[in-house]
């Protein structure tokens, strides 16, 4: 069974950067792509960026250049550094892992207030 705890969240003033983390419990996380993904009041979950067991990464269009996503397999535990962070990312952040059979597992959520 996968569980994944997030940690890192805050308040922060605009132009400001925080760094999300999210350990996986579970065997072969490796193996599996994870994701962060965010979800701001009255709005739909949406996602911010994604990793890949190759590494690869793909990132929404509001973020890129700003955030940067890393995963060590060593620690089960990817990362997301958010920088240059305006109001409109305030939000709850999701650490997701898609496992290869296509089953999404999902942290508890961090909240980030970004706000003067």
């Known amino acids: 069974q996968v569980q994944l705890v997030e940690s890192g969240g805050g308040l922060v003033q605009p132009g400001g950067s925080l760094r999300l983390s999210c350990a996986a419990s579970?065997?072969?996380?490796?193996?599996?792509?994870m994701g962060w993904y965010r979800q701001a009041p009255g709005k739909q979950r949406e996602l911010v960026a994604r990793?890949?067991?190759?590494?690869?990464?793909n990132y929404a269009d509001d973020v890129k250049g700003r955030f940067t996503i890393s995963r060590d397999n060593a620690k089960k535990s990817v990362y997301l550094q958010m920088n240059s962070l305006k109001p409109e990312d305030t939000a709850v952040y999701y650490c997701?892992?898609?496992?290869?059979?296509?089953?999404?597992?999902w942290g508890q959520g961090t909240q980030v207030t970004v706000s003067s």
């Open positions: 579970g065997s072969n996380i490796w193996l599996n792509a």
């Open positions: 997701n892992l898609q496992s290869r059979v296509g089953v999404d597992y």
């Open positions: 990793i890949t067991s190759a590494f690869r990464t």
